[in-house]
Nanobody, 124 residues
Framework: QVQLVESGGGLVQAGGSLRLSCAAS????????MGWFRQAPGKEREFIAA????????LYADSVKGRFTISRDNAKNTVYLQMNSLKPEDTAVYYC?????????????????WGQGTQVTVSS
């Protein structure tokens, strides 16, 4: 079992940037495909981005393509989400998720492990 802890959320003005981090508890982190999701009040959890455990492929939602970048540092057991050109509609709780030796997936069902989330608020 792996524990995931997100950090880096906060309040930012529209057009600004934030970098979210998700630290994993296991040294086997390099074998986990990782994803980022978000959930706004009253809405379903939404896929944002994923990175394959090999690091060779990434997947993005159309809503964030060109603005957000997912990356990983296996030496630090951490996955990142760099968010640029933020918009008020990006306001949500952001969650990281992981699943071992899996393909990239845009479905929450594709991930077995979840963090507690970090709040991102974008003001207009």
């Amino acid at each position: 079992q792996v524990q995931l802890v997100e950090s880096g959320g906060g309040l930012v003005q529209a057009g600004g940037s934030l970098r979210l981090s998700c630290a994993a508890s296991r040294r086997t982190f390099s074998t986990y495909t990782m994803g980022w999701f978000r959930q706004a009040p009253g809405k379903e959890r939404e896929f944002i981005a994923a990175i394959h455990w090999s690091g060779d492929s990434t997947l993005y939602a159309d809503s964030v393509k060109g603005r957000f970048t997912i990356s990983r540092d296996n030496a630090k057991n951490t996955v990142y989400l760099q968010m640029n050109s933020l918009k008020p509609e990006d306001t949500a709780v952001y969650y990281c998720a992981g699943n071992r030796y899996s393909g990239t997936s845009s479905s929450p069902l594709g991930y077995n492990y979840w963090g507690q989330g970090t709040q991102v608020t974008v003001s207009s």
